[in-house]
Nanobody
Framework: QVQLVESGGGLVQPGGSLRLSCAAS????????IGWFRQAPGGEREGVSC????????YYADSVKGRFTISRDNAKNLVYLQMNSLKPEDTAVYYC????????????????WGQGTQVTVSS
């Protein structure tokens, strides 16, 4: 069974940091890449970052490069998204997802979604 549970969202001031966590089953982490996607009010869902299941390769959207870091802890079956230097435009619901292998982390390759966690960047 594929289960993805996000945590760690909240309200943060511009320039601040948050770390999102995604708890997944071992099967999920072994079989799928794991990605973080986000959807702002009135916007489309977009890929933020993905990490490969086999080689740990990473993808980042241009808008978050240098500010966000994706990582995985296989012993704990967790995938993290460390978000630094947050901007108001990062405000969105962030979703963890199980993704079929693709180097560009596209929404169309997502097979399972988590329930989402709200991130709000505001002063």
């Amino acid at each position: 069974q594929v289960q993805l549970v996000e945590s760690g969202g909240g309200l943060v001031q511009p320039g601040g940091s948050l770390r999102l966590s995604c708890a997944a089953s071992k099967f999920t982490l072994d079989y799928y890449d794991i990605g973080w996607f986000r959807q702002a009010p009135g916007g489309e869902r977009e890929g933020v970052s993905c990490i490969g299941s086999s080689d740990g390769s990473t993808y980042y959207a241009d808008s978050v490069k240098g500010r966000f870091t994706i990582s995985r802890d296989n012993a704990k079956n967790l995938v993290y998204l460390q978000m630094n230097s947050l901007k108001p435009e990062d405000t969105a619901v962030y979703y963890c997802a199980a993704v079929l292998r693709d180097s560009t982390c596209p929404v169309r390759r997502v097979r399972y979604w988590g329930q989402g966690t709200q991130v709000t960047v505001s002063s």
